[in-house]
């Protein structure tokens, strides 16, 4: 993946991801880093680490344009298609934290059916919950 564009604002998790992935990898073998790439590469190792716990981690880039597509007759912002594509929501509640005004805009239909977009495009369905370790009843 090539930086088209070094002065866009708005880059998806997957992006993000797949450039520090390529960064990583053309690394290696290279001579003893100085103490700023090193801070660099601790970052970018964090970084990695907790994109691979999102959904970004199991996208591709034909997946997304797929997921993109369908979105256009739904007249979303560059912002809230970006939010829906990093969070992949699962509920109406969901959907109405991210996109403004979804009350006013889209009909209840129209959020079901972009639920059915999102399960659609990104089939597995395995959003990766954080916190999804059950909690053992004696830490209450």
Same mark, same amino acid.
């Given at each position: 993946?090539?930086? !088209?564009?070094?002065?866009?604002? /708005?880059?998806?998790?997957?992006? *993000?991801?797949?450039l520090?992935?390529?960064?990583?990898?053309?690394?290696?073998?290279?001579k003893?880093p100085?103490?700023? %790439?090193?801070?660099?590469?601790?970052? $970018?190792?964090? =970084?990695?680490?907790f994109?691979?716990? =999102?959904?970004? $981690?199991? %996208? =591709?880039?034909? #997946?997304? #344009?797929?997921?993109l597509?369908? !979105?256009?007759?739904?007249?979303?912002t560059?912002?809230?298609?970006? +939010?829906? /594509?990093?969070?992949?929501? =699962?509920t109406a509640? &969901?959907?109405?934290?991210?996109?403004?005004?979804?009350?006013?805009? /889209?009909?209840?239909? %129209?959020?079901?059916? /972009?639920?059915? *977009?999102?399960?659609?495009?990104?089939?597995?369905?395995s959003v +990766?919950?954080?916190? #999804?370790?059950?909690?053992d &009843?004696? %830490?209450?």
């Amino acid at each position: 993946m090539e930086v !088209l564009d070094d002065s866009s604002a /708005l880059l998806s998790n997957f992006e *993000v991801y797949s450039l520090l992935k390529d960064l990583q990898a053309g690394q290696k073998g290279q001579k003893k880093p100085t103490k700023h %790439q090193q801070s660099l590469a601790t970052i $970018s190792y964090e =970084t990695i680490k907790f994109l691979e716990k =999102t959904p970004c $981690s199991d %996208q =591709t880039e034909e #997946s997304i #344009s797929k997921f993109l597509q369908a !979105l256009a007759p739904y007249k979303l912002t560059k912002a809230e298609k970006l +939010q829906l /594509l990093n969070h992949r929501p =699962t509920t109406a509640v &969901e959907i109405q934290l991210l996109i403004e005004e979804s009350e006013e805009r /889209l009909t209840e239909e %129209q959020i079901e059916e /972009l639920l059915d *977009v999102i399960a659609n495009c990104f089939s597995d369905g395995s959003v +990766q919950e954080e916190n #999804s370790e059950p909690m053992d &009843e004696s %830490q209450t």
